[in-house]
Nanobody, 126 residues
Framework: QVQLVESGGGLVQAGDSLRLSCAAS????????MGWFRQAPGKEREFAAA????????YYADSVKGRFTISRDNAENTIYLQMSSLKPEDTAVYYC???????????????????WGQGTQVTVSS
């Protein structure tokens, strides 16, 4: 099993920056990809960003590309999501996720992830 704990959410204004963290514990050696998904009120959970276990490859949704950066610290078993130029439409609960197997295609797919954190709220005011 893998446990994921997110932190760093909050209330910010449009144009501000925020950094989310996700600490993994347990059988972290089994992780292939880690990602961030988000869910706005009344909407489905959607992919935001993902990173391969080696940190060598990153993946982004078009809606966040150029504004968000995903990174990882393998020594700390932690991934980060640096969010810049935040917009009100970025308001959502942000979830960290990890999967055990998969391809680069699977990194974008919600159903490919085996473990989920509890989520952290990000609210961007206009």
């Amino acid at each position: 099993q893998v446990q994921l704990v997110e932190s760093g959410g909050g209330l910010v204004q449009a144009g501000d920056s925020l950094r989310l963290s996700c600490a993994a514990s347990g059988r972290t050696f089994s992780i292939r990809y880690m990602g961030w998904f988000r869910q706005a009120p009344g909407k489905e959970r959607e992919f935001a960003a993902a990173i391969h276990g080696s940190g060598s490859n990153t993946y982004y949704a078009d809606s966040v590309k150029g504004r968000f950066t995903i990174s990882r610290d393998n020594a700390e078993n932690t991934i980060y999501l640096q969010m810049s130029s935040l917009k009100p439409e970025d308001t959502a609960v942000y979830y960290c996720a990890a999967n055990k197997i998969g391809t680069a295609y699977d990194a974008y797919q919600r159903h490919s992830y085996d473990y989920w954190g509890q989520g952290t709220q990000v609210t961007v005011s206009s």
